[in-house]
């Protein structure tokens, strides 16, 4: 057999894996994005257009995963020709049911693979150092589907020997892998959802990840790890909870018509849908007619709906201060007014809250209401009066994630028996984020006031209530990471990062190499 120079070798290959990456993101580009870009216009998941310039730096990080591969792929090209793979040439060797077989199971252990070395490239550790190139792209573009760090190139190239040297594969049928990688590495980072609407909902192709699955990961950053399946995002509960959610959201869109007005509608009805969030925060609210500043509202979200509060009320100097609810019915009866839950039971349905009640501390009346986002600052607000309605314009003062913060009292759970575990307290110091247990829930066969036996030194033997478990947070946008934790359970230590999931649910997550738990803390208002 003739023997393969490396030199002769590696330009081909590298020439045949700049056109695979190229030629499959510059068609698919090219139709979604430009040649038909009107039809699917209305299908772009983050609303927002692509940046040229961001589109050069994907480009350019994946020419160098290009050279990766290519170099990976000259390895195994060379080791084939000297007979160490299992790279069969004949097709009757092994049959037309292996060779679609194989095809099969390439994929299926890439997805698995690729699952679990993304984990790995999100661990705290690593990913500031080689991931973080590929999630500059929060929201990608086709170009991105091999932006990657070269390091992580290698690890992304590392399926390859994997399989060769395992498992025996018809060239053809490597080949016919690679074009699937590439499609749909490139479809994930599409931008634009192109599925049809009823995908999720057919339990035949469900199972398959979608372009608004990755699109998620890169926009959020802590779920859909998948690549090609949603099956380990399932098992291992790394799922973003609104996945189903957005991919409605963004094919039930309706379509943008020629017609220049309409369209600007739509853009306004789209952005509503968007910023259709969270309505948590502090509002202003305005008379309906005169446009004189009322109140300030302080919204929160809860689980049995959202509710209101009234912090404070633009009296007019003969009014009094702090003045109490005269007309108001039952338990609201002589209430002092500032303080007081005027608003509740708003469910969420689609982009607007329903079938709450709001009391209007003036009349004494309670009106069915309902309220939605107009604009991401903007509430309205339709009260129902039998077949009348009013409507009021709020305006939204603080946000609630900056009047949020991680410091206060939280109440611990067993993420396994969904028990309260303790009550740690955090702190900020210097932009440095600190949790000390104040109370922990006792059985009683554990005696009261415990010390910590595994912990290591200087905390070993020392009281747990008063212990300092975690500490050396430092804020990354919206989490505070590279902190530590100290389990007083087992002594153990562990690398976390924390972020709050809403006002009053914090999640903490501990990592142990690849792999991680997450548990989910409560607020306590009073302590
Ligand atoms: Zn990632
Ligand atoms: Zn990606």
Redesign the pocket.
Known sequence: MQTLSFTEFFPKALLVDFLRYALTTGIIYLIFWVLFFKKWQHRVIQKKPLQLAKMYTEFAFSLSTVFVFALIGTGIALAKSAGHTLIYDDFGERGWVWFFASIGLMIVLHDAYFYWT?RL??HPLVFRHV?LV??RSTNPSPWAAYAFHPLEAVVEAGIFPLLVFTIPLHGLALFVFLVYMIVRNVLGHLGIEFLPKNFLSNPLISWHTSTTHHDL??KD?NHN?GLYFTWWDKWCKTEHPNYTETFEEVTTREKAQGNGIKTLLMLLLASQAVSAQSVAGLWQTYHDKSGQPLSMIRIQEKESGIEGRIEKIFLQAWEGEDPICEKCPGDFQGKKVIGMQFLWGFKKAGSTWNDGRILDPVSGEIYQSKLWLEKPKVLKVKGFWGPFYRTQTWQLEQDNQDNNPVTGTWKTIDDKSDKAKSLVKISEQNGVLSGQIIKIYLQAWEGEDPICIQCPAPKKDTKIVGMTIAWGFTKKEKQWENGKILDPGNGKTYLCSIWLENENTLKIRGYWGPFFRTQTWKRIKSE
Do not use: I
Request: aromatic residues 20%; without cysteine.
């Open positions: 993304h490239m999100h991931h590929h999630h990961h890169h950053f790890y």
